[in-house]
């Protein structure tokens, strides 16, 4: 199934690419529309909202739908959403073709991990997922600084134009190399929402907003940490990402790997290694070499817990697989945004940038903090389930 998988990886990175490159192109898509920088900022805001509540809404109302064909029509709302960006005349149907395009971002990849888990055997379900997160980490690695270096060169539609490419070429694979009938359970709309009520599901939700809160309140203001405090020149800043992103990458792989032999052991170990992580950073960002080295690891570690996280919600969550993956997607980007606004309060109330950190190393414990209590209710007499770890 190794084709299968890379043609939901090519998706990834197409939908990875359309939500962050955004940010590259602000100010010149401000201008061209006449907006404040601010006002055009509102496209990120508006994005990870729509992913936040669309995609729950469409995993429910696609619950019974044949997965290949839920994941061909996502595709399609993917190219029309980015069409729709590149043809906008004004901010208004921009924000509108915006959050068009997020609502296939998290039932994409909720119902993609469901269906990654279910082409291999047990023991690579986590792998597999990786997999096709390996798409998203390679569009921050690779799409976005393309993606930015064309919107300069030939104008910002000129890249959604591109990414609609992309998406029409992961339809195509899709089409070819997703099998024809993926096996799966009817879904019912009351037993859906049932399995909200649990707390084995919500605490691997609680801790992706957590995790994702740690991420961002830091990776929001790290060119800010990088020029002022490590020193670093604005075309260095590019490399330090480009770094960053290669950490990204070998997590998320080295994430798949943990989880399919110890999963439980992998969540707790890569939780302490972010807050380890961050301990160190607010001494290590002085220093170009030290802080290049830890922000390589934080990458490998941040990012390693996300397949780690959507398998223990896919098998928490197993009388209702679509919404409880899904779910997940949402919480990240809830857990994006709480971030970025927790990191600007941080920076807004007069803290050191180099002790920003410290706020990702907080929020990384309350991770693990979830992380031990979801263990030690797995684990007590008498529990009524118990996740392999």
Known sequence: MPLALLALAVAAFGIGTTEFVIMGLLTDVAKDLNVSIPHAGLLITGYALGVVFGAPILAVATANMPRKATLLGMTLMFILGNVLCALSPNYATLMAARVVTALCHGAFFGIGSVVAAGLVAPNKRAQAIALMFTGLTLANV??????????????????????????????????????????????????EFRVLRKPNVLLPLLMSVMASCSLFSVFTYIAPILQDVTGVSPHGITLMLLLFGVGLTGGSMLGGRLADSRLLPALVGMAVAVVLTMAVFTETSRSLIPAAITLLLWGVFAFALCPILQLL?????????????????????????????????????????????????????????????????????????????
Not at 330 to 352: K, P, Q
């Open 142 to 191: 690779l799409g976005v600084p393309l993606g930015t270096a064309l919107g300069q060169f030939a104008g910002w539609r000129s890249t959604f134009w591109a990414v609609a490419v992309i998406g029409v070429v992961a339809l195509a694979a899709q089409v070819i190399w997703l099998p024809k009938a993926i096996p799966m359970e009817k879904g019912n709309l009351a037993r």
């Open 313 to 389: 919600i896919i098998d928490q969550a197993h009388e209702a697989p679509n919404l409880g993956s899904t779910l997940n997607q949402s919480a990240f980007n809830l857990g994006n945004a709480a971030g970025a606004w927790l990191g600007g309060m941080v920076v807004a109330s007069g803290a050191n940038l180099a002790d920003l950190p410290w706020t990702g190393a907080i929020t990384g414990v309350a991770t693990l903090g979830l992380a031990l209590v979801f263990i030690y209710l797995q684990r007590r007499p008498l529990s009524a389930s118990n996740v392999p770890g």
